[in-house]
């Protein structure tokens, strides 16, 4: 069973914070919302405040522990690398369990534990789209019809995949007899929304010959969960992918989505012994890929005339994980892309869970800071590693009007691999 | 707590999102980098000078305490609000009025973030040179209000020497303004140093305008590597009397050393007792030159091993080694005195010696480091307050160090101000006639003391 670290048990972390304010340069919400109340060194006085009982849980308080987006910048750019995020979380179970989930965090909970009616819902979804949706006029996505709770209205979404990739796919691809084993964790807004790139993942590792196994069982990462403040239910998730994921003896497990494997990794290495031995296991599969020779084996492709102009967005969970460069290298090894430099590269797109979903004003501020360094670049692709990015650039770019795309880096791979196939 | 009437009126000064009574922003605007915290019993966020006015003198007939903060990253307390009352947050007075390439000056509100100053100038060719280390996070009313220094300030001077004028709210409501925008004028007093470094006692500052200097050529960073502390010490000594005046003359003692070799992308070799970061900058043509001389002055004495960076991401690395050391500190021991004496440059070796002989009688360690080049030295007194007498050694090495340093010819404070740390040690530097003409001074302007009482000077002095 796993267990999550109560907020008492950071005691000596939070003593760790001299008060230097350094922080205050780093975290994104902080530098729309400029109340010190939001940036680190704020929420870690009042996490000490609620442990010395100088202060009680009230509207207040919750409303200041939720603005966060979990990007962990605070802590990366801290001199005492006081685990702020880790901190957040845990004042969010407290909180959670002592006076309720929200609405909203309770149906995140409640859906994502479910794949039957995650199965349920999304296929209800896809039939009655049309009827709550329409489609976005320029631009790609769709857009409420009428208001619902919890979805701005102005909020731009993706369309439900017509089939839930894990539902079309089988359970295991056979590859080369000599070659890894590697189980696909595909997170649900690949499994749901955007498909498109597990198929993509999927090309990537065949072309190396791997053996692909993609466990039924597995569900959300609970990453959702945890931010909604869920610890019991995060908690369950994660045992369920622990068994789901040790059921084979896979040599490496590979995730698409940055958050997922930050779910995967960080959130599992706090869980225990066993899931910390997974979470040794887990991969981006960027990473993977460099470390399978991917970048020669891209270079060798024939060379493209006119390539395309792409710039990269960091997702914040990659670069939190020290793996921020992993994608770019791939970007700038395919035949037909010129990687270009954008502006905010590095910057957050203002999702952060279910953050975006309480404060879709700040949201739509930091997205704004993208929209502008996008526009000012000469990239007519966005490419990144991560569908929640996806999803808010391409919400965005909506916003801003312009015609940029965004995808997956991953897209771009197996694009080219494709055009490198003999016609 | 403040009466209900009172927050109304604040309410309706600076409209009602911008005042709040929360437990919650209490906590959060309680502390500054020395983590002292004092609730305050109302944090208001002004937008501008006509409002700040309002508020001061709403405060002035109802006595009540105002404390303006800017990013509370002090390191004496200025901004804690250690009688509650009024936090007053400048935080959105946050406008870079104009850049002004034709006189070379900048204008400013005062919550303008020091880097974000320094990146619009540089995108035009201009420069800010004030560089306290806080600079990606402290505000442009904080640095002019401690007339904040940096690693820089050898060769270019302090806040105060690019302040060429502000507007003011007195501690009375009134808004006034000193200096101008020329490079010169001597009509009346010169309140505008009379301002910088006031500490927020003497008025509200709601604009500033700074003196910027053209954008210099190129730099060069070296990394030199001594055999002792004192040989580094004598270094700096002679590069200065040398009549070379390098951009930066930065040093670290032994100590500070062994806590960053571990985790420093830079080899720095045992023998490396001490190190001095040299930075020269002007034409690119005269680089080569400078460091050639000051190579040749610092060479014989003890000089164990030098790196020159050849790129920027050199010149980062050795300066990440010199950032690093402040919070790797922990290390040592978990609390920490920092002090940041300045003596007369010749006189940097003896304090040196001075400090270690301290700290060997009173057995606690001593970590050094600092702006050599401008005699200013950070010195930490490491302790463990869980272990009994370390406190007392602290208090002791402290009094040691800054009657040390006035017998030297020095200051207490060279750039951090006096705020509520240093105040019980005020008479050890001024006499009782300085202190006395100071206070008339405060006394006149805020007869109320209502703006950031109990700073500088404390109440029985
Ligand atoms: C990691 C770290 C490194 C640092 N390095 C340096 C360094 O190298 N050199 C250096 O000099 N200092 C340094 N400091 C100290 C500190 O950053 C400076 O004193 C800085 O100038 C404070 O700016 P602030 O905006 O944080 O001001 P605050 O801490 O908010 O306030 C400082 C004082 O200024 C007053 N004040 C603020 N704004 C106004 C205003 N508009 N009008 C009137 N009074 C005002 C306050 O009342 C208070 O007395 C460092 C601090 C930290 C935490
Ligand atoms: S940077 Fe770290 S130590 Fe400094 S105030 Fe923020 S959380 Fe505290
Ligand atoms: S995790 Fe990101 S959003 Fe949250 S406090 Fe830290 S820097 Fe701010």
Redesign the interface.
């Known amino acids: 069973m796993s267990k999550h670290q109560e907020i008492e048990a950071y005691r000596q972390q939070l003593r760790?914070c001299?008060?230097?304010?350094?922080c205050?340069?780093h975290c994104p919400v902080f530098k729309e919302v400029?109340?010190?109340?939001v940036v680190a060194r704020?929420k870690i006085?009042?996490a000490q405040?609620l442990l010395d009982g100088?202060?009680?849980l009230?509207r207040?308080?919750l409303s200041?522990i939720s603005q966060c987006l979990a990007c962990g910048r605070c802590v990366k750019d801290c001199?005492?690398q006081v685990p702020t995020d880790e901190i957040i979380l845990a004042l969010r179970r407290r909180i959670g369990r002592e006076k309720g989930l929200t609405l909203f965090g309770r149906g995140v909970s409640t859906v994502l534990q479910r794949p039957w009616l995650m199965n349920l819902l999304t296929r209800l979804g896809r039939m009655f789209s049309w009827l709550a949706f329409r489609k976005v006029p320029q631009g790609s996505g769709l857009r409420l019809r009428f208001p619902a709770p919890y979805i701005s209205r102005d909020r731009t979404i993706p369309a439900i995949a017509p089939q839930a990739f894990r539902q079309s796919h089988p359970e295991f691809i056979a590859g080369d007899p000599d070659k890894p084993l590697v189980t696909f964790f595909t997170g649900c807004m690949i499994n749901y929304m955007l498909p498109e790139i597990g198929d993509s993942v999927l090309a990537a590792l065949q072309s190396l010959g791997a053996n692909i196994l993609i466990p039924k069982d597995q569900g959300c990462c609970g990453l959702p969960a945890l931010c909604a403040g869920d610890g019991a239910g995060a908690a369950r998730l994660a045992d369920r992918n622990l068994d789901a994921l040790t059921a084979h003896k896979a040599d490496v497990i590979i995730t698409a989505c940055a958050s997922c494997h930050s779910g995967l990794t960080k959130h599992f290495r706090s869980l225990g012994p066993d899931h910390a031995q997974l979470a040794d296991k887990v991969m981006d599969i960027h990473e993977f890929l460099l470390q399978q020779g991917f970048v020669e084996k891209l270079e060798q492709l024939p060379r493209r005339n006119n390539p395309q102009p792409v710039a990269y967005h960091v997702p914040c969970h990659l670069r939190q994980a020290g793996l921020k460069e992993a994608p770019r290298q791939l970007l700038a090894a395919l035949p037909s892309v010129r990687l270009v430099e954008m502006k905010n590269a590095d910057s957050c797109c203002g999702l952060g869970g279910t953050f975006s979903v309480y404060h879709y004003d700040i949201s739509k501020k930091l997205g704004a800071l993208k929209a502008e360094g996008i526009r000012d670049s000469e990239a007519e692709v966005v490419a990144t590693a991560c569908p929640g990015c996806i999803m808010q650039l391409q919400d965005t770019l909506n916003h801003a009007g312009l015609p940029q795309q965004v995808c997956h880096v991953l897209e771009m791979v197996a694009a080219d691999l494709k055009n490198a196939e003999p016609q | 707590m403040l009466e209900k009437r009172i927050i109304a009126i604040l309410q309706d000064i600076v409209g009602k999102e911008y005042v709040s009574t929360?437990?919650?922003?209490r906590?959060?605007?309680?502390?500054?980098?020395?983590?002292q915290?004092f609730n305050p019993d109302v944090v208001v966020r002004p937008a501008d000078a006509e409002q700040i006015s309002l508020i001061l003198k709403m405060a002035n007939a109802e006595k009540i305490p105002v404390y303006p903060r800017g990013?509370?990253?002090g390191f004496t307390g200025g901004s804690v609000p250690i009688k509650g009352g009024i936090a007053l947050v400048l935080?959105?007075l946050n406008r870079i009025l104009r850049i002004d390439q034709d006189n070379l000056i900048a204008e400013v509100e005062p919550g303008v973030?020091t880097?974000t100053l320094q990146k619009a100038v540089e995108e035009v060719g201009l420069f800010y040179p004030p560089d306290p280390a806080?600079l990606?996070?402290?505000t442009l009313g904080g640095n002019v209000a401690e007339c904040a220094g940096g690693p820089r300030c050898v060769k270019y001077g302090v806040t105060k020497d690019y302040v060429l004028g502000m507007e003011v709210v007195t501690p009375q409501g009134d808004i006034i303004r000193t200096g101008g925008e020329t490079m010169k004028g001597v009509v009346g007093y010169d309140l505008t140093k009379l301002m910088v470094g006031c500490e927020g006692t003497l008025g509200v500052i709601t604009k500033i305008i700074l003196k910027l200097i053209p954008k210099p050529e190129a730099k060069k960073t070296m990394l030199v590597m001594f055999d002792s502390i004192d040989g580094a010490a004598q270094a700096v000594s002679s590069i200065i009397r040398g009549k070379i005046i390098p951009t930066t003359l930065e040093f670290m003692d032994a100590t500070a050393l062994a806590c960053v070799r571990q985790n420093a992308d830079l080899d720095i070799p045992d023998a490396a007792r001490a190190v001095l970061i040299i930075e020269v900058d002007g034409e690119r043509e005269l680089l080569e030159r400078q460091a050639a001389r000051i190579m040749d002055i610092a060479s014989p004495l003890g000089v164990v091993h030098t790196r020159v960076a050849v790129s920027d991401e050199e010149s980062e690395q050795i300066w990440q080694v010199r950032r690093?050391v402040?919070?790797?500190l922990?290390k040592v021991n978990p609390d920490k005195y920092n002090e940041d004496i300045c003596v007369p440059r010749s006189k940097l070796p003896d304090m040196i010696r001075a400090i270690e002989a301290i700290s060997k009688r009173l057995e606690i360690p001593i970590v050094n480091f600092g702006h050599a080049g401008d005699g200013n030295i950070h010195v930490n007194i490491m302790v463990n307050r869980a272990i009994e007498g370390h406190e007392e050694k602290a208090e002791t090495a402290i009094r040691d160090i800054f009657a040390k340093t006035l017998e030297l010819g020095g200051t207490m404070s060279g750039e951090h101000g006096v705020g509520t740390s240093k105040a019980p040690y005020i008479p050890m530097e001024l006499d009782v006639a300085t202190i006395a003409y100071m206070k008339a001074i405060k006394r006149a302007l805020d007869p109320n003391n209502i703006l950031n009482p109990g700073k500088i000077f404390l109440e029985d002095q």
Not at chain 2, 22 to 25: I, M, P, V
Not at chain 2, 27 to 35: G, V
């Open positions: 760790e001299v008060k230097c304010g350094t205050r340069a400029q109340s010190e109340a704020g006085s009042l405040a100088k202060i009680d009230d207040h308080l200041d001199p005492n | 929360e437990q919650a922003d906590i959060c605007y309680s502390y500054d980098a020395t983590q915290q990013a509370a990253s935080t959105r973030i880097a806080s990606k996070f402290s690093s402040s919070p790797s922990r």
